[in-house]
């Protein structure tokens, strides 16, 4: 067998390479503290109270509406470490760079990650640059790493969320939902990735969809201080459909949610119906979903509406012991299973 597009894709061909081979290989029972494992797939790992993860970014082309592979890059990891509760400290970041590489976009690219990170209040402090013969890479690879730490906010948020049901563990892990939990989205879906596929194949949608590209730790903190939620990821490749499916299978609960309570903005809708593509599938960059006790709902999403990045934030559904899987109730009253997408039908976006 070879590796195809479709193994990294983020939807199940990847998870299949993923847990059949890539664990396979990696798995080992360390001696340290592991209390999120490489086996726990979730959005970052925690050793000894540290938070960490890494992420490769691949995006084609490197410059696209809305942002470039630099606010990608800083984003993507300051996110994964946010969405586990993890106040986010600090990034490394590796390129490699094709030979013959303008100097000139290289310094728009170090000119947004450096934006980004003051945006994001997280500072890069380690790195490493690699070059490589122009016919052995498309443009340049940027790889960030980061740490992040437990924070008083996320003790804050487990304790309310106690006040309400049992609650094990200490991070927001995708296996925390429950039945009744109220499943919450930032604000609309799939405008990263028609952007970019709008933007590469020319089809004229990026005039009015850009990428949502940007770091969410401070809207994430201040849902936190709000208090009630249980889990939260985002939805990056494999889209809201992957993230609602990650949270049903590692949970063991049914999710029910609403089509016409999902934000998607019409030019987004319109691109998906002349591609044939699912928005629900599509790669996000600036979004998350939170499973949230219900007491908690109107208030998290009250919090997360009076943020910048949250305005659009919706309830979009709820854990239910009723459902297998993902069902969507769709506008027309009927009932469609929300699958974990195949492959991506946009690749290349992060
Ligand atoms: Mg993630």
């Given at each position: 067998?070879k590796?195809t597009?479709?193994?990294?894709?983020?939807?199940e061909?990847m998870q299949?390479?993923?847990k059949?081979?890539i664990?396979?290989h990696?798995?080992?029972?360390p001696k340290?503290s592991v209390?999120?494992?490489?086996?726990d797939?979730?959005?970052s790992?925690?050793?000894?109270?540290i938070?960490?993860?890494?992420?490769?970014?691949t995006?084609?082309?490197?410059?696209f509406?809305?942002?470039d592979?630099?606010?990608l890059s800083?984003?993507?990891?300051?996110?994964?470490?946010?969405?586990?509760?993890a106040e986010?400290?600090?990034?490394?970041s590796?390129f490699?760079i094709?030979?013959?590489?303008?100097?000139?976009?290289?310094?728009k690219?170090l000119?947004s990650m450096r934006?980004?990170?003051e945006?994001?209040?997280?500072?890069?402090?380690?790195?490493d640059?690699?070059?490589v013969?122009?016919?052995a890479?498309?443009?340049?690879?940027?790889?960030?790493?980061?740490?992040?730490?437990?924070?008083e906010?996320l003790?804050?948020?487990?304790?309310?969320?106690?006040?309400h049901?049992?609650?094990?563990g200490?991070w927001?892990?995708?296996?925390?939902?429950?039945?009744?939990?109220?499943?919450i989205?930032?604000?609309?879906?799939?405008d990263?990735?028609?952007?970019?596929?709008s933007?590469?194949?020319?089809?004229?949608?990026?005039s009015?969809?850009?990428?949502?590209?940007?770091?969410l730790n401070?809207?994430i903190e201040r849902?936190l201080?709000?208090?009630?939620?249980v889990?939260m990821?985002?939805?990056?490749?494999?889209?809201?459909a992957?993230?609602l499916?990650?949270?049903?299978?590692?949970?063991?609960?049914?999710?029910e949610?609403?089509e016409?309570?999902?934000?998607i903005?019409e030019?987004?809708?319109?691109?998906?119906?002349?591609?044939?593509?699912d928005a629900?599938e599509?790669g996000?960059?600036?979004?998350?979903?939170?499973a949230?006790?219900?007491?908690?709902?109107d208030?998290?999403?009250?919090?997360?509406r009076?943020?910048?990045?949250?305005r659009d934030?919706?309830?979009?559904g709820?854990?239910?012991?009723?459902?297998?899987?993902v069902?969507?109730?769709t506008s027309?009253?009927?009932?469609?299973i929300v699958?974990?997408?195949?492959g991506?039908?946009?690749?290349?976006i992060c």
């Amino acid at each position: 067998m070879k590796i195809t597009m479709a193994h990294g894709a983020g939807g199940e061909a990847m998870q299949r390479l993923i847990k059949n081979v890539i664990l396979k290989h990696l798995s080992f029972n360390p001696k340290i503290s592991v209390e999120v494992a490489l086996e726990d797939l979730d959005d970052s790992a925690v050793v000894e109270d540290i938070v960490f993860t890494t992420d490769a970014h691949t995006v084609k082309p490197l410059f696209f509406p809305g942002g470039d592979i630099g606010v990608l890059s800083v984003s993507g990891t300051v996110n994964d470490l946010a969405v586990m509760g993890a106040e986010p400290l600090a990034l490394s970041s590796s390129f490699v760079i094709a030979e013959g590489f303008p100097l000139e976009d290289f310094e728009k690219i170090l000119e947004s990650m450096r934006q980004t990170c003051e945006r994001a209040g997280v500072p890069i402090v380690t790195g490493d640059t690699k070059v490589v013969e122009r016919n052995a890479l498309d443009g340049m690879i940027v790889t960030t790493a980061g740490v992040g730490r437990r924070s008083e906010s996320l003790d804050r948020n487990i304790a309310v969320v106690r006040k309400h049901r049992e609650f094990e563990g200490r991070w927001l892990k995708d296996s925390n939902v429950q039945d009744g939990d109220v499943i919450i989205v930032s604000g609309s879906v799939g405008d990263h990735g028609v952007a970019i596929l709008s933007f590469r194949e020319g089809y004229g949608f990026e005039s009015e969809v850009c990428s949502d590209v940007k770091p969410l730790n401070k809207m994430i903190e201040r849902a936190l201080q709000e208090g009630g939620i249980v889990a939260m990821k985002d939805p990056t490749r494999g889209g809201l459909a992957n993230a609602l499916n990650e949270f049903a299978a590692k949970s063991g609960v049914g999710i029910e949610i609403f089509e016409d309570r999902i934000p998607i903005k019409e030019a987004v809708r319109a691109a998906c119906e002349m591609l044939g593509i699912d928005a629900l599938e599509i790669g996000n960059e600036g979004k998350i979903v939170l499973a949230v006790v219900r007491e908690c709902a109107d208030a998290i999403l009250q919090a997360l509406r009076e943020t910048e990045e949250g305005r659009d934030a919706e309830i979009i559904g709820y854990a239910s012991k009723g459902v297998r899987g993902v069902v969507m109730r769709t506008s027309v009253g009927g009932r469609k299973i929300v699958e974990p997408p195949l492959g991506d039908p946009v690749p290349r976006i992060c």
